[in-house]
Each structure stands twice: as structure tokens, then as C-alpha cells.
């Protein structure tokens, strides 16, 4: 995990959260009376202030397991937790980042923003936070404007200030930058660093991405197969900020696609000097 020298410390009253799943179990009903288990005993830690990606085959549950710990499904058994007190429900305390914006393309970035402050009665007391987490997410020009005026990063960017400025101490990604071009995500995963390190928040991100997972996390979840479960949970231990060419993170990034078998050749490389 990154020291904690390297991140500012959160306000107290907004002490990140601290996740624990354990053993949880979690199907769904197909159309034909056959059930589909997406998760087949799932257990993990995530300490509080780490920021943690989930990567593993398309469909094995990575977004189902994100979306129980947000609280808007509930698992068949075990349990899920934050601070020791069970998930049974969303919650302010566990903000929720989707791969696409969705923001309301009749109210304002702002306005946007805003939405889930005025949702909760709190916007009065609270609005001053809009224009902050505008500021930390580089939108206070464009807080004015609509979202079919913003670039596909800026909604993202819009979106991200939205979960926010909720003050949650866990916020959940779920793939928010799928949709993104090459050179945007790779500036957006800088953003989400950034704003990571500024505020402290825990944060669990879901990826198909090899290589933003290893720039992002302290730690990458690897999931088998559905149903899904933890194949392996690898540590990165790469120092910030991080280069991608570096022949520590092509080990990894090497191991990780050798134990999802891609191409089922991978090897891992080696270096001469």
C-alpha cells in the first residue's frame, strides 16, 4: 500500500471506510428457469484510504461484486461490510462511478453536481462544497455549461465530482473509463490518482485493463471465471508516480495476464542491460 505520507490525510468526519465481503454468494434467474451463479464465495479486505482495481474475464462478476458493496443488490449469503457494521442498503457513505457519465442533460454541470446534495435536503449548508469539488475535478470554467457541451473526459470528470462531493468514504469505479479514447483515459487515470491522493478516499475499481489496474492500485483483485472468486490478490509495491515502461510493472503486468491465461502463452519478459 502507498505510504501514508505520500496522501493527505481525509478531515476526520470524512475518515475513509474500511470493506470487508465475506464469503458472499450471489446468482440471478434467467428466463428459462436456470439460475446463473455470478459469485461463488467471495472474500476481501479492502483497508481503509487503499485504492484496489478488480480484474478478471468479461462477465465473471466484477461489476456485480462492486454493485452489492455499493448496496443495490443484495447478496444470496455472507456478508458485506463497512466498518464493522453490515451493508444493507445505498448509502452517502458509498459513492458509485458508472463507464458512462450519466448526467442529467438538462441541469448544468453544476447543477449536476449538486443533484445528490439537493436529493439529501443538505444543499443549503453544503453548497459551498459544489464549487470545491468543481475546482478538484479542473470544471469550475465549465459550471455553466451542459453536458452535450462537454468532452467525453470532462463528463467523466463531471461525473466523478458528483459522487464526490457526497463526501463518501468509499468510492466505487466501475469501469468510468471503458469508454474513453487511449490518450483521454490515460489522462483521466491521473485525475483519479490525483484526487485519490488529495482526499484519501478508498477506492475499489473495476477494470479490464491490465495495465490501468497496475497504475491505479495498491493492490490488484484477480477473479476467476463465473462463478467468481479471488484467484489472486497481487500487491503492485511500484513507487509513484509510476511508469508504465518500467521492467518492474511489465513483471507484473506479465504475471497477472499469465495467471488470466490470455493467448495462453504469456510469458513473462526478460531483461538484458
Known sequence: ?????????????????RIRVENVMKSFPQNDGSTVVALGGVDLEVEAGEFVSLIGPSGCGKSTLLR?????????????????????????????????????????????????????????ERQEDVDEFLKLAGLEKFALSYPHQLSGGMAQRASLARALVNRPRVLLLDEPLGALDAFTRMNMQDEIVRVWRERGTTMIMVTHDVDEALYLADRVVVMSPGPARIETVI?????????????????????????????GQVKEPSYQI
Open 1 to 17: 500500500m502507498v505510504a501514508a505520507a505520500e496522501r493527505k490525510a481525509a478531515p476526520a468526519n470524512e475518515r475513509p471506510g
Open 68 to 124: 452489492l458493496i455499493a448496496g443495490l443488490n443484495p447478496a444470496d449469503s455472507g456478508r458485506l461490510l463497512l466498518d464493522g457494521r453490515e451493508i444493507r442498503g445505498p448509502d452517502s457513505e458509498r459513492g458509485l462511478v458508472f463507464q458512462n457519465p450519466l448526467l442529467f442533460p438538462w441541469l448544468s454541470i453544476r447543477d449536476n453536481v449538486a443533484f445528490g446534495l439537493r436529493s439529501r435536503g443538505i444543499y443549503k
Open 235 to 263: 500487491g503492485s509495491g511500484l513507487a509513484r508516480p509510476r511508469a508504465r515502461s518500467h521492467p518492474d510493472f511489465l513483471h507484473l503486468r506479465a504475471r497477472i495476464l499469465r495467471i488470466l491465461h490470455f493467448g
